[in-house]
C-alpha cells in the first residue's frame, strides 16, 4: 500500500539532501563553489531526487557540474548551432590523438556531460517539452557527424577516397536518421534508428584500393562501434540498423541506386510510414534530390491514398499481439492509448494527403498535428486532446528515463519507484498520476480507434455483418444474395451486376480492386431499398467506379469510411448531376468524409479560408499543378453548393451568390498567379504620373453578364473585361527584360485568360469570353481605364451600355476598381443616347427572339420567348438607362433583383409592377435553374408559366409602344 505522496517526497528529497552533504564534506573546495548559486540550491534536491543518473553524475564528477554553471550553459537555452560548435572546441580542447579509444572515451565524456546539462534543465522547468526534444536530438546529430568525419578521414588515410565509377567524383556517406531521431524528438534514452547510403558504386583511389561497398561497410562498422560500445564510461547510443533494407539480413550500408530499387521492388508499408522521419544527418546537399526522386514517391501518393488503414490495422495488430505477450499493458509507448497510437494517427493522415498537400510531409509530429485541422481532417477538440497527451506522455517518457538513463517505457511496479516518479511529474500521489496518465490514453485510444477501425466496421447501416458480396457468381446465386439482403428491383440489380461483371473495368481490377468492390457492394445493396430508385441510384455508383477505373485507391476511401459511403448513396439516389461531379472529379468522394459536409452551410468565409489551404499546397508546385490544385478547389467548394441546393434547399439566390464567390476568389487567385508569373520575367509596370511621381499600375478584372450580376449558375460561362491605370510619361516595367506597359499589360491578360481556360486533369476552370471589350475581338485584350471611358461615352452603342449596367470590378486593385466603380456610373448617367432608346432596345430584343429562341411547336424557351427572362431583363435595362441621369442612385447594384427594387423605391416603378416582375423573375430562374441541374435546355411546355408570361408581355407592350409618355 502506498504511502501519501508529501511523505514519500519528504523522505526522498532527505536522501537527497544526506547525498550532497556528503558530496560536500568529501570534497568541499569544489562543491562550495557550486551551491553558491541560487538556483543550483534551489532546483538540486528535485532534479537529484528524481534522476539517479544526474544525480551519480555529478557525485562521480563534480567538476562537469561546475563547467555547466560557470559556463551559464545550465540556466540558458542553448542556440540552434551551439552544439556544433561546442563538440568542436572540446575536441581540440580534450582530443590529442587520432587514436579511435581516445575518440570513444571523448564522446561518452561529452554525452555524459550534455544529458546532464538537458535533464538537469528539464526536470527544473527551465526548458520546454520542445526544447528538450530538440536538443536530445542535436546532441545525438553532433556526435553521429563527429564519428562519421574521424572514422571516414581514417579510412581514407588507409584505403583512399572512395569514387564514383561513372562520376569518379569522391563519394560521401548518408547516413538518414529515422524514428524520433529523423523528427528532431527524440526521447532521452532513445536507442538511434539510422540507414546508411553512398551514392555511387566505384572503388577507393588509393594504393590499397577496394571497392565502395567494402569501403562503406567497414564505415559503417566503425561508427556503430564508436557509438555502441560500451565502455567504463558506458556508451552513446544504441544503434538500430534494422530499419534498412531487408533488415538484418540486408547489406549495412547501400548505393542510391539499389536503395531506389529496393523500395520499387520490395518496400513494404510500414516502411511508407519509417519513411516520412528520414532525415539526413550527414552529406545533407545531396538529400533533396534523393528524396525528391526515391524517397517522396515511395512515400506520397499523388491521390489520396486510404489504403494506408489497411495497413496501419495489421501493423496496429502486430503490436497488440507483442504487447499481450510481453505484457506491455502499462507501456506507454506501445500500449493502448500511448505515444506510438498518436504517431500512428498524424502518419496516417500524412500517408493518405501528403501527396496532394506538401505542408503535410514534415517529420516533427507536433508541428503536423495542428495542420489537421487546417486540413478538416481532424477536429479542433480532437486535435488539442491529441496534443496535450501527446505532451503528457513524452514528459512522462523522459522522467522515466532521466531516472538512471535506461530505455524504459513501462509504468514502474515498485512503490518506491512509483512515489518518485509521481513526484517528477508533479502530482501529489500515485493514484492521481494513474488517473491522469488513463485519461490522456483513454482519449488516444478513442481517437485511434475512429480514426482507424471504427470507420471500418462492415454492417450494411441496419445492423447485419457484411463482409463481401460475390460478384463472379451465377446468376441465380446472385438472385438468392440480393434477396437476404432485402434489395428492391433485384431482377433489374441483378442485370445491372452482370454487365458490371462482363465489363471491361472489372475484367481490368487487380485482385485488391476485385476485393475492396465486393465489400463494397456487400455494403451498398442494402442501403438501396431505402432510396427507393435502386437500380437507377446503382448504376450512378457503378458508374462512378467506372471512372475511378484502377485507382482503386477511391474504394479503399468508402470502404474505410461508412459516413461517407452512405452520403454517396444518398446523393446519387438524389441526383444524376452530382453523380456526374464525382465521376468527373473522383477526388469530390474525399469531401464525403467530412462531417461539416452536411452540417453547415457553404459560406464565403469557408471558401475563403479553403482557397488560403490550397494557396500553401500551390507554393511549391510548377504553374500547370496549380492550376489543378485551383481546379481541385473549384470543384469541391461547387460541389458543396450543389449538395447544399439538392438536399438542404439552399435558396437559389444563396446558390448564386456562392457560385459567384467562388468565381470571384478563383479569378482573384488566377491574377495573383498570373502576376507573379509575368512580373518574374518582366519586373513591375511602372509609370510616372502627371505630378511627376513614379507609380506602380494594376489591372483590374471586371465581370459582366451572370457574374457581374450575381446570377452564376453551375458551368456559367464568364464575360470578363481587363483594366488597367498606366497612363503619362515613362510607361515600362522594371525588370531585366523590361517591355512597355502595354505590351505587358496584352500577356497579363493573355496568361490569366489561360490560366481560367487552360484543361487540366479534372477539366478547365472556366469557359472566359472576353468580347464585351472596347470594339470587341477588334480590340485590345486588355485597355486602359482612361481608353474605357473614352470609348464607352463617344462609340458605345447602346446594347454595351446595357452590359455596362451588370458590370463590377471583382479582382485587382482597389483604388483602381474604385476609379472604374465611378467610371461605369459616369457613362451610365452621361452617354447613354436616351434619344431612341427605346427604339434600341426594342430592336435589339426583337433580333434575339428571332435567333436565339430553342423553342418547337408545344414549347417555350423560358429565357428568349416572349414573356421569358431577356423580356424582363430588357424592360429593366431600359428603365435603368432612361432615368439613371437624374436618378444616378439605380445604378449602384449590378444584379435585376436589387435594380427592380431600387425602381420601385424611388417611385419609378409603381411598387405593384415590381413586385410581380421581381416573383416572375425568381420563379423563372428557380425553374432555369433545376433545368441546368438535369442538363436539359432553357425549354418547357406551353402549358408552364402561362400567366408569369402574359404578364410579362402585357408590361413590355404597355412600356415599350412606340409612342407615349412611359410615366
Same mark, same amino acid.
Not at 517529420?363 to 495542420?371: G, N
Not at 488517473?435 to 450494411?460: N, S, W
Given at each position: 500500500?502506498?504511502?501519501?505522496?508529501?511523505?514519500?517526497?519528504?523522505?526522498?528529497?532527505?536522501?537527497?539532501?544526506?547525498?550532497?552533504?556528503?558530496?560536500?564534506?568529501?570534497?568541499?573546495?569544489?562543491?562550495?563553489?557550486?551551491?553558491?548559486?541560487?538556483?543550483?540550491?534551489?532546483?538540486?534536491?528535485?532534479?537529484?531526487?528524481?534522476?539517479?543518473?544526474?544525480?551519480?553524475?555529478?557525485?562521480?564528477?563534480?567538476?562537469?557540474?561546475?563547467?555547466?554553471?560557470?559556463?551559464?550553459?545550465?540556466?540558458?537555452?542553448?542556440?540552434?548551432?551551439?552544439?556544433?560548435?561546442?563538440?568542436?572546441?572540446?575536441?581540440?580542447?580534450?582530443?590529442?590523438?587520432?587514436?579511435?579509444?581516445?575518440?570513444?572515451?571523448?564522446?561518452?565524456?561529452?554525452?555524459?556531460?550534455?544529458?546532464?546539462?538537458?535533464?538537469?534543465?528539464?526536470?527544473?522547468?527551465?526548458?520546454?517539452?520542445?526544447?528538450?526534444?530538440?536538443?536530445?536530438?542535436?546532441?545525438?546529430?553532433?556526435?553521429?557527424?563527429?564519428?562519421?568525419?574521424?572514422?571516414?578521414?581514417?579510412?581514407?588515410?588507409?584505403?583512399?577516397?572512395?569514387? $564514383?565509377?561513372?562520376?569518379?567524383?569522391?563519394?560521401?556517406?548518408?547516413?538518414?536518421?529515422?524514428?524520433? +531521431?529523423?523528427?528532431?524528438?527524440?526521447?532521452?534514452?532513445?536507442?538511434?534508428?539510422?540507414?546508411?547510403?553512398?551514392?555511387?558504386?566505384?572503388?577507393?583511389?588509393?594504393?590499397?584500393?577496394?571497392?565502395?561497398?567494402?569501403?562503406?561497410?567497414?564505415?559503417?562498422?566503425?561508427?556503430?562501434?564508436?557509438?555502441?560500445?560500451?565502455?567504463?564510461?558506458?556508451?552513446?547510443?544504441?544503434?538500430?540498423?534494422?530499419?534498412?533494407?531487408?533488415?538484418?539480413?540486408?547489406?549495412?550500408?547501400?548505393?542510391?541506386?539499389?536503395?531506389?530499387?529496393?523500395?520499387?521492388?520490395?518496400?513494404?508499408?510500414?516502411?511508407?510510414?519509417?519513411?516520412?522521419?528520414?532525415?539526413?544527418?550527414?552529406?545533407?546537399?545531396?538529400?533533396?534530390?534523393?528524396?525528391?526522386?526515391?524517397?517522396?514517391?515511395?512515400?506520397?501518393?499523388?491521390?489520396?491514398?486510404?489504403?494506408?488503414?489497411?495497413?496501419?490495422?495489421?501493423?496496429?495488430?502486430?503490436?497488440?499481439?507483442?504487447?499481450?505477450?510481453?505484457?506491455?499493458?502499462?507501456?506507454?509507448?506501445?500500449?493502448?492509448?500511448?505515444?506510438?497510437?498518436?504517431?500512428?494517427?498524424?502518419?496516417?493522415?500524412?500517408?493518405?494527403?501528403?501527396?496532394?498537400?506538401?505542408?503535410?510531409?514534415?517529420?516533427?509530429?507536433?508541428?503536423?498535428?495542428?495542420?489537421?485541422?487546417?486540413?478538416?481532417?481532424?477536429?479542433?477538440?480532437?486535435?488539442?486532446?491529441?496534443?496535450?497527451?501527446?505532451?503528457?506522455?513524452?514528459?512522462?517518457?523522459?522522467?522515466?528515463?532521466?531516472?538512471?538513463?535506461?530505455?524504459?517505457?513501462?509504468?514502474?511496479?515498485?512503490?518506491?519507484?512509483?512515489?518518485?516518479?509521481?513526484?517528477?511529474?508533479?502530482?501529489?500521489?500515485?493514484?492521481?498520476?494513474?488517473?491522469?496518465?488513463?485519461?490522456?490514453?483513454?482519449?488516444?485510444?478513442?481517437?485511434?480507434?475512429?480514426?482507424?477501425?471504427?470507420?471500418?466496421?462492415?454492417?450494411?447501416?441496419? $445492423?447485419?455483418?457484411?463482409?463481401?458480396?460475390?460478384?463472379?457468381?451465377?446468376?441465380?446465386?446472385?438472385?438468392?444474395?440480393?434477396?437476404?439482403?432485402?434489395?428492391?428491383?433485384?431482377?433489374?440489380?441483378?442485370?445491372?451486376?452482370?454487365?458490371?461483371?462482363?465489363?471491361?473495368?472489372?475484367?481490368?481490377?487487380?485482385?485488391?480492386?476485385?476485393?475492396?468492390?465486393?465489400?463494397?457492394?456487400?455494403?451498398?445493396?442494402?442501403?438501396?431499398?431505402?432510396?427507393?430508385?435502386?437500380?437507377?441510384?446503382?448504376?450512378?455508383?457503378?458508374?462512378?467506379?467506372?471512372?475511378?477505373? @484502377?485507382?482503386?485507391?477511391?474504394?479503399?476511401?468508402?470502404?474505410?469510411?461508412?459516413?461517407?459511403?452512405?452520403?454517396?448513396?444518398?446523393?446519387?439516389?438524389?441526383?444524376?448531376?452530382?453523380?456526374?461531379?464525382?465521376?468527373?472529379?473522383?477526388?469530390?468522394?474525399?469531401? +464525403?468524409?467530412?462531417?461539416?459536409?452536411?452540417?453547415?452551410?457553404?459560406?464565403?468565409?469557408?471558401?475563403?479560408?479553403?482557397?488560403?489551404?490550397?494557396?500553401?499546397?500551390?507554393?511549391?508546385?510548377?504553374?500547370?499543378?496549380?492550376?489543378?490544385?485551383?481546379?481541385?478547389?473549384?470543384?469541391?467548394?461547387?460541389?458543396?453548393?450543389?449538395?447544399?441546393?439538392?438536399?438542404? $434547399?439552399?435558396?437559389?439566390?444563396?446558390?448564386?451568390?456562392?457560385?459567384?464567390?467562388?468565381?470571384?476568389?478563383?479569378?482573384?487567385?488566377?491574377?495573383?498567379?498570373?502576376?507573379?508569373?509575368?512580373?518574374?520575367?518582366? @519586373?513591375?509596370?511602372?509609370?510616372?504620373?502627371?505630378?511627376?511621381?513614379?507609380?506602380?499600375?494594376?489591372?483590374?478584372?471586371?465581370?459582366?453578364?451572370?457574374?457581374?450580376?450575381?446570377?452564376?449558375?453551375?458551368?456559367?460561362?464568364?464575360?470578363?473585361?481587363?483594366?488597367?491605370?498606366?497612363?503619362?510619361?515613362?510607361?515600362?516595367?522594371? @525588370?531585366?527584360?523590361?517591355?512597355?506597359?502595354?505590351?505587358?499589360?496584352?500577356?497579363?491578360?493573355?496568361?490569366?485568360?489561360?490560366?481560367?481556360?487552360?484543361?487540366?486533369?479534372?477539366?478547365?476552370?472556366?469557359?472566359?469570353?472576353?468580347?464585351?471589350?472596347?470594339?470587341?475581338?477588334?480590340?485590345?485584350?486588355?485597355?486602359?481605364?482612361?481608353?474605357?471611358?473614352?470609348?464607352?461615352?463617344?462609340?458605345?452603342?447602346?446594347?454595351?451600355?446595357?452590359?455596362?449596367?451588370?458590370?463590377?470590378?471583382?479582382?485587382?486593385?482597389?483604388?483602381?476598381?474604385?476609379?472604374?466603380?465611378?467610371?461605369?456610373?459616369?457613362?451610365?448617367?452621361?452617354?447613354?443616347?436616351?434619344? @431612341?432608346?427605346?427604339?434600341?432596345?426594342?430592336?435589339?430584343?426583337?433580333?434575339?427572339?428571332?435567333?436565339?429562341?430553342?423553342?418547337?411547336?408545344?414549347?417555350?424557351?423560358?429565357?428568349?420567348?416572349?414573356?421569358?427572362?431577356?423580356?424582363?431583363?430588357?424592360?429593366?435595362?431600359?428603365?435603368?438607362?432612361?432615368?439613371?441621369?437624374?436618378?444616378?442612385?439605380?445604378?449602384?447594384?449590378?444584379?435585376?433583383?436589387?435594380?427592380?427594387?431600387?425602381?420601385?423605391?424611388?417611385?419609378?416603378?409603381?411598387?405593384?409592377?415590381?413586385?410581380?416582375?421581381?416573383?416572375?423573375?425568381?420563379?423563372?430562374?428557380?425553374?432555369?435553374?433545376?433545368?441546368?441541374?438535369?442538363?436539359?435546355?432553357?425549354?418547357?411546355?406551353?402549358?408552364?408559366?402561362?400567366?408569369?408570361?402574359? $404578364?410579362?408581355?402585357?408590361?413590355?407592350?404597355?412600356?415599350?409602344?412606340?409612342?407615349?409618355?412611359?410615366?
Amino acid at each position: 500500500m502506498t504511502t501519501a505522496i508529501s511523505d514519500t517526497a519528504q523522505q526522498l528529497l532527505a536522501r537527497t539532501e544526506a547525498r550532497l552533504a556528503a558530496a560536500r564534506e568529501d570534497n568541499p573546495e569544489i562543491w562550495g563553489p557550486i551551491l553558491e548559486d541560487k538556483r543550483v540550491v534551489e532546483s538540486l534536491p528535485r532534479v537529484w531526487t528524481c534522476s539517479e543518473f544526474v544525480a551519480t553524475s555529478c557525485i562521480r564528477s563534480p567538476a562537469l557540474l561546475s563547467d555547466l554553471i560557470a559556463n551559464g550553459q545550465l540556466f540558458e537555452r542553448a542556440p540552434a548551432d551551439w552544439l556544433a560548435q561546442e563538440i568542436e572546441a572540446r575536441v581540440g580542447a580534450e582530443l590529442g590523438s587520432d587514436s579511435e579509444a581516445d575518440l570513444m572515451e571523448f564522446l561518452r565524456r561529452f554525452r555524459r556531460r550534455n544529458m546532464v546539462r538537458i535533464a538537469w534543465r528539464d526536470i527544473a522547468g527551465w526548458a520546454t517539452l520542445d526544447e528538450t526534444l530538440h536538443d536530445l536530438s542535436k546532441l545525438a546529430d553532433v556526435c553521429i557527424d563527429l564519428v562519421y568525419r574521424r572514422m571516414y578521414a581514417a579510412l581514407v588515410a588507409r584505403y583512399g577516397t572512395p569514387r $564514383g565509377a561513372e562520376s569518379g567524383e569522391a563519394q560521401p556517406m548518408m547516413i538518414l536518421g529515422m524514428g524520433k +531521431l529523423g523528427g528532431g524528438e527524440l526521447n532521452f534514452s532513445s536507442d538511434i534508428d539510422l540507414i546508411l547510403l553512398y551514392p555511387e558504386d566505384g572503388e577507393t583511389d588509393g594504393a590499397r584500393a577496394i571497392d565502395n561497398a567494402e569501403f562503406f561497410l567497414r564505415l559503417g562498422q566503425k561508427i556503430v562501434q564508436q557509438l555502441a560500445t560500451p565502455t567504463v564510461e558506458g556508451f552513446v547510443y544504441r544503434v538500430d540498423l534494422r530499419l534498412r533494407p531487408f533488415g538484418d539480413s540486408g547489406r549495412l550500408a547501400l548505393s542510391f541506386a539499389s536503395f531506389e530499387h529496393y523500395l520499387q521492388q520490395h518496400g513494404r508499408d510500414w516502411e511508407r510510414y519509417a519513411y516520412v522521419k528520414a532525415r539526413a544527418l550527414t552529406s545533407t546537399e545531396q538529400f533533396p534530390s534523393l528524396y525528391d526522386e526515391v524517397l517522396r514517391p515511395f512515400v506520397y501518393r499523388r491521390y489520396l491514398d486510404f489504403s494506408v488503414f489497411e495497413s496501419l490495422r495489421d501493423m496496429k495488430a502486430m503490436i497488440a499481439r507483442e504487447v499481450e505477450r510481453r505484457e506491455l499493458k502499462d507501456n506507454i509507448k506501445l500500449g493502448p492509448g500511448g505515444i506510438r497510437e498518436i504517431e500512428f494517427i498524424v502518419q496516417a493522415f500524412q500517408l493518405i494527403r501528403g501527396g496532394s498537400d506538401r505542408r503535410l510531409q514534415g517529420k516533427e509530429l507536433r508541428i503536423i498535428l495542428p495542420q489537421l485541422v487546417g486540413q478538416r481532417l481532424l477536429r479542433e477538440g480532437a486535435v488539442q486532446e491529441l496534443q496535450a497527451a501527446y505532451e503528457y506522455l513524452r514528459v512522462l517518457e523522459n522522467r522515466l528515463q532521466q531516472w538512471n538513463d535506461e530505455q524504459t517505457h513501462q509504468l514502474p511496479e515498485d512503490a518506491e519507484a512509483r512515489q518518485r516518479l509521481a513526484f517528477a511529474m508533479n502530482v501529489g500521489s500515485w493514484d492521481e498520476l494513474v488517473a491522469i496518465t488513463g485519461a490522456h490514453r483513454q482519449r488516444v485510444e478513442r481517437y485511434f480507434t475512429q480514426t482507424v477501425f471504427g470507420p471500418a466496421e462492415r454492417t450494411d447501416g441496419l $445492423g447485419h455483418a457484411v463482409e463481401t458480396f460475390d460478384v463472379d457468381a451465377d446468376a441465380t446465386e446472385r438472385a438468392r444474395m440480393l434477396e437476404s439482403c432485402g434489395v428492391a428491383e433485384s431482377e433489374a440489380i441483378n442485370a445491372r451486376l452482370e454487365e458490371l461483371r462482363t465489363s471491361a473495368y472489372y475484367r481490368r481490377l487487380d485482385e485488391t480492386g476485385r476485393r475492396r468492390l465486393r465489400e463494397l457492394l456487400a455494403r451498398i445493396l442494402p442501403m438501396l431499398s431505402s432510396t427507393g430508385v435502386a437500380t437507377a441510384t446503382l448504376a450512378r455508383i457503378l458508374r462512378i467506379f467506372e471512372m475511378i477505373g @484502377g485507382r482503386t485507391v477511391y474504394l479503399a476511401l468508402l470502404t474505410e469510411n461508412a459516413a461517407a459511403l452512405r452520403r454517396l448513396v444518398e446523393l446519387c439516389a438524389r441526383s444524376q448531376f452530382l453523380a456526374d461531379q464525382i465521376a468527373a472529379q473522383p477526388l469530390l468522394l474525399d469531401e +464525403l468524409i467530412d462531417e461539416r459536409f452536411v452540417e453547415e452551410a457553404p459560406s464565403r468565409a469557408q471558401f475563403a479560408i479553403d482557397l488560403a489551404a490550397s494557396r500553401g499546397r500551390m507554393q511549391q508546385e510548377d504553374p500547370e499543378r496549380q492550376v489543378e490544385i485551383l481546379r481541385q478547389f473549384q470543384g469541391a467548394a461547387t460541389f458543396r453548393v450543389a449538395v447544399a441546393d439538392l438536399t438542404a $434547399g439552399l435558396p437559389l439566390m444563396k446558390v448564386s451568390d456562392r457560385l459567384t464567390d467562388i468565381a470571384e476568389l478563383i479569378v482573384q487567385e488566377a491574377l495573383s498567379l498570373a502576376w507573379a508569373q509575368i512580373t518574374h520575367k518582366h @519586373g513591375v509596370p511602372r509609370y510616372v504620373d502627371e505630378q511627376g511621381e513614379s507609380r506602380t499600375a494594376s489591372m483590374i478584372v471586371v465581370a459582366y453578364g451572370k457574374l457581374g450580376g450575381l446570377e452564376l449558375g453551375y458551368g456559367s460561362d464568364l464575360d470578363l473585361v481587363f483594366l488597367h491605370d498606366s497612363s503619362g510619361e515613362s510607361q515600362k516595367t522594371d @525588370g531585366a527584360q523590361s517591355v512597355e506597359n502595354t505590351v505587358f499589360f496584352q500577356r497579363l491578360g493573355q496568361r490569366l485568360v489561360h490560366l481560367l481556360t487552360v484543361h487540366t486533369a479534372s477539366g478547365r476552370l472556366y469557359e472566359v469570353d472576353t468580347r464585351l471589350r472596347p470594339s470587341g475581338n477588334r480590340g485590345l485584350l486588355v485597355q486602359s481605364l482612361a481608353a474605357f471611358r473614352e470609348y464607352e461615352f463617344h462609340e458605345a452603342w447602346t446594347w454595351e451600355h446595357q452590359s455596362l449596367l451588370r458590370a463590377r470590378a471583382i479582382a485587382g486593385d482597389r483604388r483602381v476598381c474604385e476609379q472604374f466603380e465611378q467610371a461605369r456610373i459616369d457613362v451610365l448617367r452621361k452617354a447613354v443616347k436616351r434619344e @431612341g432608346l427605346k427604339d434600341e432596345v426594342r430592336k435589339m430584343r426583337q433580333r434575339m427572339r428571332d435567333n436565339l429562341s430553342k423553342a418547337r411547336p408545344g414549347q417555350v424557351d423560358l429565357k428568349q420567348d416572349a414573356g421569358g427572362v431577356a423580356d424582363l431583363e430588357f424592360l429593366v435595362q431600359y428603365w435603368m438607362l432612361e432615368w439613371a441621369d437624374r436618378y444616378p442612385e439605380i445604378v449602384t447594384f449590378s444584379d435585376n433583383i436589387r435594380q427592380l427594387e431600387s425602381l420601385g423605391s424611388g417611385n419609378l416603378v409603381p411598387q405593384a409592377r415590381v413586385d410581380f416582375l421581381v416573383d416572375t423573375y425568381r420563379k423563372y430562374r428557380q425553374r432555369l435553374h433545376r433545368l441546368a441541374l438535369d442538363g436539359a435546355k432553357n425549354v418547357v411546355g406551353d402549358t408552364e408559366f402561362v400567366e408569369e408570361r402574359r $404578364g410579362v408581355v402585357e408590361v413590355w407592350q404597355e412600356v415599350m409602344r412606340e409612342a407615349g409618355d412611359l410615366r
